[in-house]
């Protein structure tokens, strides 16, 4: 690669060396995330991996993909790109858990209008960090130039992650019932989510982003950026522990979208609102969007970025289990009859 040169498509805007500078730099984040499975490096083809599928009676893969949406505006005008693959990451392996599976392995995609090895490198090392987190491994990704299409300095970050869990142990809601306890696990702010309201309400193309808010205990523009918790270790904990009968990733569409993909028919998870512990950056978006409160719990996580339905018996085990994980999860709400799939009081 080191005699690939092209003049003529570097004339056209795409520089193929920069792409080879930028592999060479994201090496040492990409060592980080390395676990056994892993079976190729970087600059293949394809990314290969191995599974352990000792004691697995009928393994299933389970896959999801998701981009990081318009929250990484909000990097491209900070200059800060570092964590935005962190919520990359954790729009797909959150999804993954849900169905009880464990995150094997993570490919990213990068759209960029000019590939500045150094920016992709800080974009790169923040998936780095989320898989990390995920305790799964980044086997393989690309970066694509796209001049004359986007703008130099923009990016648009994207991915997808597998899993795998014994058929036996998929989560499906088969076996929830009335009485079940819906338990919350919280989010670090907005996530990944609403950005496109988030950025109308804060006008942050023009917003002094460096501005401190007491209410917030840091910056606007640190609040926004907050990345996106990865519920993987404690939500696997928590199975381990105690009888999971459903979960839900609350994201766009926040509660009256998200929970009602976990409760079956005939069931309704019953929440009382003054139980939501919602952090101060969602008071301050609906104060000065004047959002409807009901907006905000069909747009946002409102704080609460995962909820686990368990057996009462087990409740106590499960949120023993979670908070040994370091997620500090509570109790949200119960199951009852009824056909609203939810219902906030």
Same mark, same amino acid.
């Given at each position: 690669?080191e005699?690939?040169?092209?003049?003529?498509y /570097?004339? =056209?805007?795409?520089?193929?060396?920069?792409?080879? !500078?930028?592999?060479?730099?994201?090496q040492?984040?990409?060592?980080?995330?390395?676990?056994?499975?892993v @079976?190729?490096?970087?600059?293949?083809?394809?990314?290969?991996?191995?599974?352990?599928?000792?004691?697995m009676?009928?393994?299933?893969?389970v896959?999801?993909t998701?981009? @990081?949406?318009?929250?990484?505006?909000? /990097?491209?005008?900070?200059?800060?790109?570092?964590?935005?693959?962190?919520?990359?990451?954790?729009?797909c392996?959150n999804?993954i858990?849900?169905?009880?599976?464990?995150?094997?392995?993570?490919?990213?995609?990068? =759209?960029?209008g000019?590939?500045?090895?150094?920016? +992709?490198?800080?974009?790169?090392?923040g998936v780095a !960090?989320?898989?990390?987190?995920?305790?799964?491994?980044?086997?393989?990704?690309?970066?694509?130039?796209?001049?004359?299409?986007?703008?130099?300095?923009?990016?648009?970050?994207a991915?997808?992650? +597998?899993?795998?869990?014994?058929?036996?142990?998929?989560?499906? #809601?088969?076996?929830?019932?009335?009485?079940?306890?819906?338990?919350?696990?919280?989010?670090?702010?907005?996530h990944?989510?609403g950005?496109?309201?988030?950025?109308?309400?804060?006008?942050? !193309?023009?917003?002094?982003?460096?501005?401190?808010?007491?209410e917030?205990?840091?910056?606007?523009?640190?609040?926004?950026l907050?990345?996106t918790?990865?519920y993987?270790?404690?939500?696997?904990a928590?199975? =381990?522990a105690? !009888? @999971?009968?459903?979960?839900?990733?609350?994201?766009?569409?926040?509660?009256?979208? #998200?929970?009602?993909?976990?409760?079956?028919?005939?069931?309704?998870?019953?929440?009382?609102?003054?139980? +939501?512990?919602?952090?101060?950056?969602?008071?301050?978006?609906?104060?000065?969007?004047?959002?409807?409160?009901?907006? %905000?719990? #069909?747009?946002? #996580?409102?704080?609460?970025? %995962?909820?686990?339905?368990v057996?009462? /018996?087990?409740a106590?085990?499960?949120?023993? /289990?979670?908070?040994?994980?370091?997620?500090? =999860?509570? @109790?949200?709400?119960?199951?009852?009859?009824?056909?609203?799939?939810?219902?906030?009081?």
């Open positions: 690669m005699k690939s040169h092209s003049a003529s /570097a004339a =056209a805007g795409v520089n193929i060396e920069a792409g080879y !500078e930028g592999v060479k730099l994201m040492e984040h990409v060592r980080r995330t390395l676990i056994p499975g @079976v190729s490096g970087l600059g293949g083809f394809g990314g290969l991996f191995a599974p352990d599928l000792s004691g009676k009928e393994p299933v893969l896959s999801g998701d981009g @990081v949406g318009t929250k990484q505006r909000i /990097a491209q005008l900070m200059g800060k790109h570092d964590t935005v693959g962190i919520d990359c990451v954790a729009m392996v999804d858990v849900c169905c009880g599976a464990k995150p094997l392995f993570f490919l990213d995609y990068i =759209a960029i000019k590939n500045v090895p150094e920016k +992709v490198v800080q974009l790169v090392s !960090e989320g898989c990390v987190q995920a305790g799964c491994a980044l086997i393989g990704g690309e970066t694509a130039e796209h001049p004359g299409t986007m703008a130099a300095d923009d990016y648009d970050l991915g997808f992650s +597998v899993g795998i869990v014994d058929k036996s142990k998929v989560i499906d #809601n088969t076996k929830m019932a009335a009485g079940d306890v819906i338990l919350a696990l919280p989010s670090s702010g907005l990944s989510n950005y496109s309201l988030v950025r109308k309400v804060f006008d942050v !193309e023009h917003a002094d982003l460096g501005k401190h808010y007491p917030l205990g840091m910056s606007l523009g640190e609040a926004l907050t990345p918790v990865i993987v270790k404690p939500v696997l928590a199975l =381990a105690a !009888e @999971v009968k459903g979960i839900s990733h609350i994201t766009g569409g926040g509660f009256y979208e #998200n929970i009602p993909r976990s409760i079956p028919v005939g069931l309704c998870a019953h929440i009382e609102k003054k139980a +939501v512990k919602t952090p101060a950056i969602f008071s301050l978006l609906q104060w000065l969007g004047s959002i409807p409160e009901r907006d %905000m719990f #069909n747009t946002f #996580n409102m704080g609460v970025g %995962m909820t686990i339905v057996s009462p /018996a087990t106590d085990a499960a949120l023993a /289990a979670l908070k040994a994980s370091g997620c500090d =999860a509570y @109790v949200l709400g119960e199951i009852v009859q009824g056909e609203d799939k939810v219902e906030l009081c």
